[in-house]
């Protein structure tokens, strides 16, 4: 993960989203020629979540560029494309202002079964914006949810492109309701032998399904998965950063008190014990 990235932006869901995304390319999908995911970058919340405001999911991309990755339950061609005009706007602002630099932004729509059709181009005059189209209504969610579940049921181990297929079933062609999808295929999920997979995928379906899963069901599906292994371990070294974020914090400004007041009164004012603010003196 990104070392820039504040441990406030940093939880369970986006770290381990990150883990499933990382080296995946989109040829899956059928996308040739798109370079490698590198990293996921935060959306300004402590967790990743799709909402109206911004883009569902963005990525940093091997040779430099943005990827918006957006999930779309209708054809509302024209009001997304002009939405995503906005995040683009944003994201490109941003960069600019922090490196002078202008990134070249690509989008990907992932469209969910309820959508057979999709265009590709809105062009508004002088201004174009064009997408890639991912129809999951061309995906037998069914037949591929049964292939995976025999391999788990065998213990053997899901390739990278298994388990991001995976994170991404509730969306596809299906004979269950989207619910019911979404129940079973985190209940698959929670069955991987290797923890850390697990969480990675539930963590994928979670942020793929943001717009269309039941809110109690997501929060219980958050709090298991703080309770495992992997997010006790995780909460411990968030908690440990932030520990250390506050310990330098301290140092910072019991050194500008040097000079200002006592080592006994910048103690107490910082919390540092008093050998602590006599090594500072001599640093």
Known sequence: MSKGISYQNKDILFKSLSELYEDVTLDVFGLKGFPKIKELLPNDFPEVTADGNRSDTVFQLEDGSILMLEYESSIRFVENHLKYIGYAHRISKRYFQKEKDIKKIRIVVIYTSDVAKASEELNIGDLNITSKAILLSEYNGDAIMEKLMMKIDEDEPLTHEELFKLSIIPLMHSKKDRNELIHDSI????????????????????????????????????????????????????????????????????KSLLGVLSPK??????????EEVEKLKEA
Do not use: C, P, S
Request: glycine fraction near 4%; aromatic fraction near 6%; proline fraction near 0%.
């Open 187 to 254: 209940e698959l999920a929670k069955h991987i032998q290797n923890e850390y997979e697990q969480i990675q995928v539930i963590a994928g379906i979670l942020t793929a399904t943001d717009k269309f899963i039941d809110d109690k069901y997501a929060r219980k599906v958050k709090e298991w998965l703080k309770m495992t292994k992997v997010g006790r371990a995780f909460e411990e070294e968030k908690r440990e950063a932030v520990e250390k974020a506050k310990k330098e914090q301290a140092k910072k400004t019991a």
């Open 265 to 274: 009164l910048i103690a107490e004012a910082t919390g540092l014990d008093i």
